[in-house]
């Protein structure tokens, strides 16, 4: 009777489900500073240590790597958290009558689900007045009109050219993700304006790779200064014997030379080419495309032979081996509709350990012109004294382009799908972008308006669209 008694218990124990009870809505409130010890703004600062008090337990991710304290100094402060506090530990010493801003960003957060507070900056001044100048603009690629983010944006006292591969920056900021950026608590002054994206975290030009954009004249700081446009690229790197593409700039080391390959590759009895192309729908505005799986050293475009319509004409084409030796390019003025073969005939092309192709015969057929649509755009805004050539872009690539005469642009036989529209302000007249210098004689780069619109073209179709600048 005991045992009979037991095992209801006992199921009934061993059957209970607890329910953790409801939590509530998950929170999304960042910490709130309570106490700042000293206080934010003070005047006459000569304290060693900042202590900052918030209202839950916090958590800093990455902050001393994300803090950003000028006018810059030679030792970054030390960041302590505990709990609820965060305390600081400066470092270095102090200029007098200076106006110190310490700019956490995004990487105070809280403990348990992390919501971080939104561009935490603490300020306080050495003298009896806080400096209140501030410079706003957008940093922008010249060549694609494209935002980054945390571009280094740079401020120097120092005005000559040399100072961005020499020191650190005085003042600077980062860009955020719509490629705007600020500078705050200024003093008066003149100022070099500099950008750079900053591969290596080092806030100093040391790589022609590396993208930058710079001032024409110094920023003279009387008052606020605002629509600063900078507009980054890369030097042009010169490719040395080894491959390294990447420069040093004058003053500077050049980088050390990757080490030869010397591993000997076992010659191949054949060279593959493989077609890049559907042959039953090919693109008529563009050539079709051969990948060969070994670098040829020598190609012999007599022996490619290009014949239209089931009656086999010969036609003209023209049929070329790309600079890398891995691609060849059959283009002609294809016509809509129509059957082509196309004949590969063995020792088309040649490697170096004596490697050839088999021969090949490729039959394909084109796309009809109802399988492309025409694109219309209409601009408004346009500065007249401009030369521009409006682009059209997929996946970053330049698939259509051409002069903008007037104020509205027309493009036939264009692939359906999604385009950006880009506008390049084609200074020099040569149709196509050119790339800016900083050292050796400055000059800007052309720059590239990207519109946010789209265009969405659809075949046998007219697509219009009107953008503003």
């Known amino acids: 009777m005991i045992l009979a008694g037991f095992l209801p218990a006992f199921f009934l124990t061993r059957c ?6 409801n939590g509530g809505p998950k929170d999304t409130i960042p910490p709130v500073l309570l106490s700042a010890l000293p206080r934010d703004s003070s005047l006459h600062f000569h304290s060693g240590k900042i202590v900052l008090n918030f209202d839950e337990y916090i958590q800093t991710d990455n902050a001393s790597r994300a803090l950003i304290f000028t006018p810059s100094v030679q030792q970054q402060p030390v ?6 506090t965060l305390t600081i530990e400066l470092k270095d010493s102090l200029k007098a009558n200076t106006t110190y801003t310490l700019n956490f960003g995004n990487s105070i957060r809280d403990l348990d689900e992390g919501n971080p507070i939104q561009d935490f900056r603490y300020i306080f001044s050495t003298g009896s007045y806080l400096d209140s100048l501030r410079v706003t603009g957008q940093v922008t690629y010249a060549e694609t009109g494209l935002p980054d983010s945390n571009i280094v944006v740079m401020l120097y006292t120092d005005l000559s050219d040399s100072v961005v591969s020499r020191k650190r920056p005085v003042y600077y900021t980062l860009s955020d993700g719509k490629g705007d950026f600020q500078l705050e608590n200024l003093p008066r002054g003149i100022f070099k304006l500099f950008a750079l994206k900053d591969n290596n975290n080092t806030l100093v030009y040391q790589d022609s790779a590396e993208f930058i954009a710079f001032a024409d004249t110094p920023l003279v ?19 040395s014997p080894s491959g390294n593409t990447s420069q040093g700039l004058p003053g500077l080391p050049a980088p050390p030379p990757l080490p030869a390959k010397n591993a000997k590759k076992r010659p191949a009895r054949h060279i593959t080419v493989s077609p890049q192309f559907g042959f039953g729908n090919v693109d008529i505005t563009s050539p079709i495309s051969f990948i060969l799986d070994q670098k040829a050293r020598k190609f012999d475009s007599a022996r ?4 239209e319509d089931t009656a086999y004409r010969p036609v003209p084409f023209s049929a070329t081996l790309d600079s890398t030796g891995t691609q060849i390019l059959v283009n002609r003025k294809w016509d809509p509709d129509m059957d082509y073969r196309l004949i590969l005939d063995s020792m088309m092309v040649l490697d170096s350990t004596g490697a050839y192709n088999r021969q090949d015969t490729l039959n394909f057929h084109t796309r009809s012109e109802s399988d492309y649509g025409t694109i219309i755009l209409g601009f408004s805004g346009i500065d007249s004294s401009l030369r521009y050539i409006v682009e059209i872009v997929s996946g970053g690539t330049i698939e259509y382009s051409g002069p903008l005469r007037g104020t509205a642009w027309r493009m036939d036989m264009v692939r359906p799908g999604t385009y950006g529209v880009r506008l390049l302000a084609d200074r020099n007249g040569n149709g196509k972008w050119d790339n800016g210098r900083y050292y050796g004689g400055k000059r800007q780069p052309e720059h590239v308006i990207a519109f946010p619109e789209q265009v969405h073209v659809r075949a046998n179709w ?7 600048l």
Do not use: D
Not at 462 to 468: D, E, K, P, Y
């Open 462 to 468: 007219q697509n219009r669209t009107r953008l503003s």
């Open 304 to 307: 490619v032979h290009l014949l």
């Open 221 to 239: 700081m009387n008052g606020n200064i605002t629509g600063e446009h900078l507009y980054l690229f890369a030097a042009a790197p010169k490719a």
């Open 79 to 84: 960041l302590i958290t505990k709990f609820r």
């Open 16 to 21: 209970a489900n607890i329910v953790p009870p």
